[in-house]
């Protein structure tokens, strides 16, 4: 349907999972992505099987010096964006030592969680914001969860950097509005999906039949 024809898009935590399909579903319907990752190896291999409308590049979204020499590349190689899809986010179950209940959790782990899920989707909005000034029609889309809304006892750092998201996203669009930029913010909230981000949790046996 090309819906998203001759518009340049980047994808966040796009080497897998939701990432990898909002990448190919964008690149489907006529979009140029930009495929981010922190797995490089994963990374390049989602924009090789996408073929001539994705490009990869090397994103931990919690670095600023990251997204700020990215930035930089994208303004000279295509001036602006359209979309951007802020998907990056970690559970803390692998990246971390955990606990992450909310009697037991380890502080470590909780700034881990958040300088992935909520400090970089933030400088994801700055500089998307940045990026879509000049586009005719910018949309920021920000990957929140279910979880956000309703709490998760075994995963609140997870949980909370997700509610922390959800209210980002209004406050984003509000000042998108206030400064008259035409650029949209807008977050999803779904439920569990089974991708590899969940392993740890769901396990194997008859609690990952039930998930599905």
Known sequence: MARVENKIA??????????????????????????TDINDELGQSVT???GKNAEYFHLDVSQESEWSALSNIISEKYGNIDILVNNAGITGFLESTGPHDPENLDMESWHKVHATNIDGAALGCKYGIRLMK??????IINISSRSGIVGIPGAVAYASSKAALRNHTKSVALYCAEKSYPIRCNSIHPAAIL???WDAMLGEGEQRRFAR
């Open 10 to 35: 980047l994808v966040t935590g796009a080497a897998r999972g939701i990432g990898q399909a909002i990448a190919e579903l964008l690149a489907l319907e006529g979009a140029k992505v930009i495929v």
């Open 48 to 50: 090789k099987n996408i």
């Open 134 to 139: 000049s586009s005719k029609a910018g949309s």
């Open 195 to 197: 991708t590899p981000m």
